[in-house]
């Protein structure tokens, strides 16, 4: 694929040259290509199945058809002849090139939706304003698409961030520009999952859009896949089996093309190999009626615990090669590497990648090292353009899979889209490239470098530690001077909103980190003044301080900036940013504008043990529990505390593979955040004394990845104990989701052979260290899971002197 030089080619009065049999993908893409240019200048290009002399000319079509149109020498049919299924090539030439009056354009396609690829990539090029456009340098490019599925999941159901609230036109225009960039596929969803039926925001019945859908998808020449969980209590028992299949009939039925069905093995749904399979057999049939072509893939997606014997029979059904089988779907609670997965089944069936884009934790790929204030505020489901990472993601395992559906739970991800269908397209293309299309496709064409360069500032502010991110204010500069010099237009583009709000939010929570930091420290030293003041008036006194946060607060206008884009979404995409004002489902769906003000300090916790002191029954223990208090993290003269959610922490720990190598960490411990630890009952947040922070970060290993602690410098004639926080998972009425675990040294001596981590609570243990262990000065504390739920979560160690 080659571009050329730069040479300025007027198309304000082009004309568009097709075949007058074009038909299907072909037909559409010359529609789009003329509607979407005079949408965006006024302009409407007319329509020739022949060149006329002096007139600019844009000639698309495959290469077959154009081959029968006069002026063939100068279709480019030779050259499209070397692509590979839905490649193109789009070539300008300007007047003298071709020995003509007018300069040409060539859209030719090796398939019709090579046509519409190609269309898409002249779009992105463009230079447009109202009432004119053009080219800004000369092409020559000739591409195929490096993978073979290219698509996106867009689900309509009222857990979606945005989608819920669309119109079928909305989604269409929608489906339009994913086209644009490479996608061939999207994925749907049928009425019943695992949400609620309807929502308040529906304009349309769910089985009416799933319709409407599949007819739009086809419009476009691309594939109609649907992700179709299992529901049924058992599918064993005949009467749920017969209500499942009729379900599914008129669904197979009413929907005019369907060229796949997604089953995941669970989240949700919880089956079994042997009854999944026998049950897939009856669904395919089904399936076949309606659709001959269409085929099942299947995902060994396991949501609660890791089970070898799961995987082998899994495995087992799949070597006896069902013909209805069209492939396996590897995605979020597949427990192996896509590596060894792809070892593991038959050369004949093709893996699909099924990638969380949407989500910042507790998620397949979650953000590296991520701040605790990010994750208490913008939460797990935030606007999150990630373009170096979600590129980096794509490209380091992209040689197993065949391409990718990514799922989505809404318009929060839109970059990351975008860049995988670029990726999907071709691994080698700049992450730059596809910001600054981006931006001139959706934003504005003559800005859309600084637009792009705004994108990966976005992504910049997100790294390290936010405190001593120097980037996050910079950010905000440069995103309001794009805000103060927009038009109206500009201003009021969803995809201009959402992240300018980013750069306004990012930038408060740092104001409010550093200044409720300032507050915890000042709270503290109140506290330790305790002795001269008294116990009650150093605890009113500390309070009062922490209460500033809320009384005296900072940066004001940004937070009320960051509400009114918020709205202003609402009003424009359906975005749904709080649950009170937008209908979102839940915070933790979206509604990160509902966390805006979520406190960044250990104020939580410190109000818990004020109140404990507060109940005590004199001076003398008042006094105790604030020196408690204050030397809560005291490891001792000697000893070594660490809160293994922090980025100091987290130093201490082994990180194995690391993101680079392994960016789903299925086999490197992590940084992990626990929000639920925060929703606990006021009672038992109370038994434990509050929540401090150090619990809600934290380190977590899934299966069976150890989590390495190392030491240096130790004392070798010096007796240690080692103590420990473990975190158990949220509770959960649908599964077990308790685990055990065990604790070594040096991998040979055994200091916990068995530690019970309940769900939904906290659990301390203290151990000594065997000195053998410490003999040359270093020590490493091996903590693994050994049974239960697959995630093993350690909060805070200390490694104590004994006296």
């Known amino acids: 694929m080659a571009d050329g030089v730069s040479t300025v080619i007027d198309l304000s009065r082009v004309a568009v040259v097709c075949s007058p049999a074009a038909a299907g993908a072909e037909a559409k893409a010359i529609d789009v290509l003329i509607e979407e240019v005079a949408k965006r200048t006024g302009i409407v290009w007319k329509r020739l199945h022949e060149a006329k002399a002096g007139v600019p000319v844009i000639v698309v079509g495959t290469a077959e058809r154009l081959k029968r149109l006069p002026g063939a020498d100068w279709t480019g049919a030779a050259e499209a002849a070397g692509l590979r299924p839905e490649g193109y090539v789009l070539q300008t030439a300007t007047a003298a090139d071709v020995g003509s009056e007018a300069p040409v354009v060539r859209i030719v396609g090796a398939d019709e939706r090579g046509v519409l690829y190609g269309v898409g990539k002249l779009l992105r090029q463009l230079r447009w304003g109202e009432g004119f456009v053009r080219l800004d340098k000369s092409l020559h490019i000739h591409t195929s698409p490096y993978s073979k599925l290219r698509g996106h999941q867009l689900g309509y159901r009222p857990k979606n961030n945005a989608f819920d609230a669309w119109t079928p ?13 490479g996608a061939n596929s999207i994925e749907i969803m049928p009425p019943r999952t695992d949400d609620r039926p309807t929502g308040p925001l529906m304009k349309v019945e769910p089985l009416e859009m799933m319709i409407r859908l599949s007819g739009i998808i086809d419009s476009y020449g691309l594939d109609t896949w649907i992700w179709y969980p299992n529901m049924g209590d058992d599918y064993s028992d005949p009467e749920t089996v017969r209500t499942e299949l009729a379900e599914r009939e008129e669904i197979f039925s009413k929907l005019p093309r369907i060229n796949a069905l997604f089953v995941p093995g669970s989240d949700p749904g919880k089956m079994e190999p042997d009854p999944l399979f026998a049950w897939m057999e009856q669904v395919a049939e089904l399936l076949r009626k309606y659709h001959p072509e269409a085929k099942i893939w299947l995902s060994p997606q396991i949501m609660t615990y890791h089970s070898a014997e799961w995987m082998e029979a899994f495995y087992r059904h799949v070597r006896r090669e069902p013909d209805w089988l069209g492939g396996i779907v590897f995605g979020p609670h597949v427990d192996v590497t896509l590596p060894e997965l792809r070892r593991a089944i038959p050369e004949r069936y093709p893996i699909r990648r099924y990638e969380d884009i949407t989500h910042n934790f507790h998620c397949q790929y979650p953000v590296a090292d991520w701040d605790i204030a990010y994750a208490l505020t913008l939460g ?16 380091v395992l992209a040689e197993y899979a065949i391409g990718n559906i990514c ?46 360069q705004g994108l990966l500032a976005l992504e910049r502010n ?14 905000l500069q440069t995103w309001r001077q794009m805000e103060r010099e927009a038009t109206t237009l500009q201003r009021s583009n969803y995809r201009f909103q959402m992240h300018l709000l980013r750069a306004y939010f990012d930038a408060y929570t740092k104001r409010r980190l550093l200044y409720e930091t300032g507050l915890e420290y000042e709270a503290r030293e109140a506290l330790r003044g305790s002795g001269v003041s008294g116990s009650l008036a150093a605890v009113d006194a500390a309070e009062r301080t922490l209460e500033r946060a809320r009384t005296e607060p900072v940066a004001a206008d940004y937070r009320l900036r960051c509400n009114e884009l918020a709205d202003d979404l609402f009003a424009s995409i359906g975005y749904q940013l709080t649950v009170s004002r937008h209908f979102a489902r839940s915070q933790g769906r979206g509604a990160f504008i509902d966390a805006i003000d979520a406190p960044l300090n250990d104020i939580r916790w410190l109000r818990t043990q004020f109140a404990q002191i507060r109940q005590a029954g004199d001076e003398y223990e008042r006094l105790a529990m604030i020196g408690r208090l204050l030397d809560r993290t005291n490891p001792g003269p000697g ?41 606990m009952p006021e009672e038992q947040q109370q038994d434990l004394g509050g929540v401090p922070l150090a619990w809600v970060s934290h380190t977590n290993a899934l299966l069976d990845t150890p989590i390495d602690i190392r030491y240096d410098d130790l004392d070798p004639d010096t007796r240690y104990t080692f103590k420990a926080v473990f975190l158990g998972e949220t509770k959960s009425n649908s599964s077990p989701r308790d685990c055990w675990a065990s604790v070594n040294a040096n991998d040979a001596f055994v200091l916990e052979e068995e530690v019970f981590i309940a769900a939904g609570s906290v659990t301390v243990r203290e151990m000594s260290v065997p000195p053998e262990a410490v003999k040359d000065g270093k020590l490493k504390l091996t903590i693994a899971r050994t049974r239960g739920y697959k995630r093993l979560n350690v909060a805070e160690v200390w490694l104590l002197r004994q006296n």
Request: net charge negative; charged share 25%; hydrophobic share 35%.
């Open 169 to 181: 036109e909305q989604f269409d225009l929608y489906i339009r520009e994913l086209a644009l960039f």
């Open 639 to 679: 000893g070594f505390y660490d809160p293994l959610g922090s980025h100091g922490g987290f130093r201490r720990v082994d990180p194995g593979a690391g993101w680079a190598a392994d960016p789903g960490y299925l086999q490197s411990p992590r940084i992990a955040h626990a929000m639920y630890m925060l929703s």
């Open 380 to 395: 797990r489901e935030s606007c999150n353009p990630r373009p170096y990472a979600q590129k980096h993601i794509h490209n």
């Open 407 to 452: 799922y989505s739970e809404g318009i929060n991800d839109d970059v990351n889209k975008f860049i995988w269908s670029d990726q999907d397209w071709d691994p080698a293309t700049p992450v730059i490239d596809t910001l600054r299309e981006y931006g001139r496709l959706f934003i504005d064409s003559e800005r859309a470098d600084a637009f792009a």
């Open 462 to 475: 997100w790294v390290g530690q936010l405190a001593s991110n120097k980037d996050v204010e910079v950010t």
